[in-house]
């Protein structure tokens, strides 16, 4: 598991990243560019026994700074891709990626259901 750009430790439809897409030196790894590298505040991941209430609030927070962020994309892919457990990644909490990684998993299965009967019909002729 990478280590997270934002090493502090301990979506209805996912959110279109309000940074525009500027040049990067594209052999530069991502998190290279993560504006979180220092997470001073704690704002990713939570802290044991946290309060519903504090969660929802530093989650925000973390989203806002994630706006902002140029690597938005690559560091939602990569947690996604991982997948990464915990934290806020690329402005979505964990459980808003797992209902992403949910509605992946069905839109991949209703497209293979759609090949199959597509092939089935081309092969009756
Ligand atoms: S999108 Fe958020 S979590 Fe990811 S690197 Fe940027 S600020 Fe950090």
Avoid at 49 to 59: C, G, V, W
Avoid at 97 to 124: F, G, H, P, Q, T
């Amino acid at each position: 598991m990478l280590q997270p750009p934002h090493s502090s430790l301990q979506v209805a439809a996912v959110p279109a990243p309000r940074v525009p897409a500027r040049d990067r030196d594209q052999d530069a790894p991502w998190h290279t560019e993560a504006v979180c590298q220092r997470d001073e505040a704690g704002l990713f991941f939570a802290p044991s026994k946290e309060p519903t209430a504090a969660r929802l609030s530093r989650e925000e927070a973390a989203k806002r700074v994630c706006a902002r962020c140029p690597v938005m994309v690559e560091c939602r892919e990569h947690a996604l891709l991982q997948p990464e457990p915990y934290g806020v990644w690329g402005g979505l909490t964990a459980a808003e990626r797992r209902v992403v990684l949910a509605r992946r998993r069905r839109r991949d299965m209703e497209l293979k259901k759609a090949a199959r009967s597509a092939n089935r019909i081309a092969a009756a002729g």
